[in-house]
Each structure stands twice: as C-alpha cells, then as structure tokens.
C-alpha cells in the first residue's frame, strides 16, 4: 500500500451491483462514491434482464441508489437504508478494509 501523509492508504476493494428490471432501457449505479454522478456508472443488461455492474470503491459507509429511466430505485436486494436530505431514502453499504 502507498504512504499516504504519514498513514498507509487504504486498497479499494471489488464490489458488484445488479438490479433486476428485464423492461427498463437504462440503469445506473449512483452513490457517494461518484458524487452522485448519474452517467458514470452505466450498468450492462444480461440475457435476463438482469443489470450489473463491478466497481472498485474504498472501505467506509458508503450511501447509494439507482437511475433508473430517469427515476431513482431502492435496491430491492438490500434492507441496509438512511433518510437522505431530500426525505427519501438511499440504500447503505459498508466496505471493509482488505485484511
């Protein structure tokens, strides 16, 4: 690992998405890991209709959603949720550090 300032840098870590919407056109993977960027994480449909998507992201609490045709979604595969600024909810997930 880097030397980050005087303390080691943490890795990122493999982390996969999917989001079941056979009818949908587009989806993306949203969240503070991307400052909430609606473009950068286009998510790729299967055969199933199954959208996926593998990002890299640092350990931590990290909040996030989906885009899906211009409306955002819950995870449905994921209970883990908070109360964002808006009144609505985003899904949570917590990375841990590699060992």
């Known amino acids: ?7 080691i840098k943490p890795k990122r870590r493999r982390m996969e998405f ?9 989806v993306f993977l949203t969240g503070d890991f991307n400052e909430w960027n609606i473009k950068k994480h286009p998510m790729k449909r299967n055969d199933d ?3 996926g998507k593998i990002i890299y992201v640092f350990p931590g609490r990290h909040e996030y959603k989906f885009w899906v045709d211009g409306h955002w979604q819950m995870d ?7 109360m964002n600024c ?3 909810y985003n899904n949570i997930i917590v ?5």
């Open 86 to 88: 808006y009144g609505t």
């Open 76 to 82: 449905p595969n994921n209970d883990l949720s908070c």
């Open 18 to 26: 999917s989001f079941d919407c056979p009818n949908a056109n587009a």
């Open 95 to 99: 990375v841990e550090p590699k060992p």
């Open 49 to 51: 209709g199954l959208w």
């Open 1 to 7: 690992m880097a030397n980050y300032r005087g303390k």
